[in-house]
């Protein structure tokens, strides 16, 4: 892997922006797709390719250095990438190692892929454009706990900044408006006052209210007098999981984990660990949280300025907002642009 800082073809992100960016780990796959074949992703305009090898995943630029074709194309073969276009085959650490056209020949140095660190947890594929040394993958611990049984939903695409996703999944107040088919009632549209604390690696709120996590036609099985405990996990700059408690003390745990394809364009990983109804089939589940995000999705990929406006004067905000004043509080400190950030 080589030091040289190169921004991606067509950067759509300011170079100060995706210099800070690029520090921190995102998902970019999910593990049961990346088999025996080399698979493409996009990262913050990075073109990356992943592909699986005994000595376990690797990801690099998505480009043979030799005439620019993409090695997504290609093949694995005999635990090596093979170049669809002429064959240049390439190990898990990005070296060239055979030029099929002329076998003997030494091999120029500079013929090794840009790679990424890499890592797979929780049902997904991680990578860091800059090395990810200070920032630590979010925890979901329950991912690994036989208590809880593992839900991996498809990812959701969106026309949308990372920024605006991630604020929109962290905003309590939006439940009784956007979310009236699913869980939301727009006859209880209060939002007590609730506690947001700084935590090592972003931010906590901690959200109590009547507001059931019940699909519409089973909010019955909650107590009349039941109060939802929400807790929001912010893992700068796009990550947050979600703890909802539940009655007889179930829990729903859903990773929220938005990966800015661009500035303009997110793709959502949504890994959910739940400690009941673990015998129930799982196609309600993913029917129900398919509908919330194409709830948020319409709202989210209207939102202008399409950027996530950081400047806190940029627009107005009521005491409901805690959570996504702290949150762009986070982003600034960060370093990230003072008006704008995708």
Not at 65 to 87: A, E, F, I, T
Not at 233 to 246: E, G, I, K, Q, S
Not at 280 to 286: A, D, I, R, S, T
């Amino acid at each position: 892997m080589t030091d040289q800082l190169t921004y991606p073809r067509g950067c759509t992100f300011a170079e100060s922006d995706w210099d800070i960016l690029s520090q921190f780990w995102y998902p970019i796959a999910f593990s049961h797709h990346v088999k025996d074949q080399p698979i493409s992703a996009t990262l913050l305009d990075q073109r990356l390719v992943i592909w699986r090898t005994t000595a376990g995943l690797s990801v690099a630029n998505d480009i043979c250095l030799h005439r620019g074709v993409p090695l997504s194309m290609g093949q694995v073969q005999s635990d090596q990438l093979v170049c669809k276009y002429h064959g240049f085959h390439y190990s898990s650490e990005g070296r060239c190692v055979l030029i099929p056209s002329q076998p003997g020949a030494s091999i120029p140095p500079k013929l090794c892929l840009k790679t990424y660190p890499v890592k797979e947890a929780y049902g997904l594929i991680w990578t860091s454009l800059a090395g990810g040394e200070s920032h630590p993958l979010p925890d979901f611990f329950e991912w690994e706990d036989a208590d809880y049984q593992q839900i991996l939903p498809n990812a959701v695409d969106l026309n949308a900044a990372a920024g605006r996703q991630m604020e929109g999944f962290l905003d309590v107040a939006h439940f009784a408006w956007v979310h009236t088919e699913t869980f939301g009632d727009s006859n209880n549209p209060i939002v007590p006052r609730y506690d947001v604390t700084p935590t090592a690696n972003g931010v906590r709120a901690e959200y109590l209210s009547t507001v059931s996590n019940f699909p519409k036609g089973l909010q019955d099985l909650a107590p009349a007098d039941f109060q939802w405990l929400r807790v929001f996990d912010v893992y700068f700059p796009f990550t947050a999981r979600l703890t909802v408690h539940f009655p007889d003390d179930g829990r729903l745990c859903i990773l929220n984990a938005a990966s800015p394809i661009s500035a303009r364009k997110t793709r959502v990983f949504c890994p959910i660990c739940r400690n009941f109804d673990r015998q129930m089939p799982l196609e309600p589940v993913y029917e129900f949280n398919y509908q919330v995000f194409a709830e948020d999705k319409e709202v989210v990929e209207a939102q202008y300025p399409e950027d996530l406006p950081l400047e806190l004067l940029a627009e107005v905000h009521i005491r409901a907002d805690r959570t996504s004043i702290a949150y762009r509080k986070g982003l600034s400190a960060l370093g990230l642009g003072t008006v704008y950030t995708a």
